[in-house]
C-alpha cells in the first residue's frame, strides 16, 4: 500500500521491510508538503516502519540492513 504525508506535521523516514526485517527499500525525509504525493516500496515488503527524518542517515541504514524488532 503507499502511503502519504496528509495532516502530517513534521517530515520522516520510511523503511519497508520484508519478512525478515530486512530493508527492502527506503524514503529519506518524506515531507508534510510533499502531499498528495504518494510513496510505495519499489519491491514487494511485509511491513513498514516510519522513524524520524534523518534517522536512518544518522545510523547509516541502506537496502539490506537488518531491522531488530524487540
Avoid: Q
Wanted: aromatic share 18%.
Amino acid at each position: 500500500y503507499p502511503f502519504w504525508m496528509k495532516d502530517m506535521h513534521f517530515p520522516i523516514d520510511m523503511l519497508w521491510l520484508n519478512e525478515y526485517f530486512t530493508i527492502v527499500d527506503i524514503k529519506e525525509k518524506a515531507l508534510p508538503s510533499s502531499y498528495p504525493e504518494k510513496y510505495a516500496p519499489r519491491t514487494l515488503s511485509k511491513y513498514v516502519l516510519e522513524v524520524r527524518a534523518g534517522f536512518v542517515e544518522s545510523i547509516g541504514l541502506k537496502i539490506g540492513s537488518k531491522a531488530e524488532i524487540f
